[in-house]
């Protein structure tokens, strides 16, 4: 495998800032404790490292992260692990949520909150200034629903202003909301959930890949029923991959403009999704993997 190739290079839009297309999300790196997901520190804090070390060694260039995983934890981690950062590393990290005591995903959108969480960002990543923040919109937060985000936006494109952020990206927002956003600062990329199996954006997908925006999809190895499950490990098994490689394969090649960030705590299910990035999927894969959304489509009317 390459450790150079990883699904090629995308640059985002009017701005010299190159990734390559496979990446990493450091989210479960996080602990558990009882049923508070992605909180405390992981069991195996050398593991962890491990994880963070191995992506960097094969090439990933482009690490999604936030300070309300863990919290905190996950940013201390990526610090320890991989401070003084390569040059060519691209971190992005996410705002406007907090976590209750419950291990519950409150919203954060004030203009307070956002500075804080800027402020808590560089800090525990060890860094004058942020490559990239997203804003996750929190009106619901379960999925995308309307609601104007002109205050937090126009917070963050202060902050920009200020040195502290260079770009700013949206997360789990409508095609509305890209529109009036893209109004108040220019939108780098937008991240929403997305796989081969729940594909609702597929149209924004297309707007955003005609104006050079990346499209980064979160959840992107879930929420398979048997039937999409079935489909998926019959491609594997003709092409001699896993159901989850070709599931991140199918994302490389739907669009020119899609990063993708699969998160692992193993070094070997890392090397198992960095592979995906060599994998090509032929045509009659591709017909049977595009008939799961249409089948999943129909089965929800």
Known sequence: MSTLNLGGQFTFP???????????????????????????????????????????????????TSDFYGPHITNQLIRRALHPYPTDLVIVTKVSARR???????????????TQAVHDNLRNLGLDVLDVVNLRSMFDVHGPAEGSLEEPLTALAQLREKGLIRHIGLSNVTRKQVEDGGKIVPIVC???????????????IDELE???IAYVPYFPLGGFNLLQSTALSAVGQNLKATPMQVALAWLLQRSSNMLLIPGTSSVEHLRENLAAAELTLPPDALKVLDEIASKTEAAQH
């Open 14 to 64: 009017d701005i010299s800032l190159t990734v390559r297309r496979m990446g990493y999300g450091a989210m479960q790196l996080a602990g558990r404790d009882g049923n508070k997901l992605v909180w405390g520190p992981p069991r195996d804090i050398d593991g962890a490292i491990a994880v963070l070390r191995e992506a960097v060694t094969r090439g990933v260039n482009h690490i999604d």
């Open 210 to 212: 005609k104006q050079g």
């Open 190 to 204: 937008v991240q929403n959930a997305y796989n081969v199996a729940h594909r609702a954006d597929d149209p924004l």
């Open 100 to 114: 209750g005591e419950d291990g519950s995903w409150l919203p954060a959108m004030s203009p307070a909150e956002l």
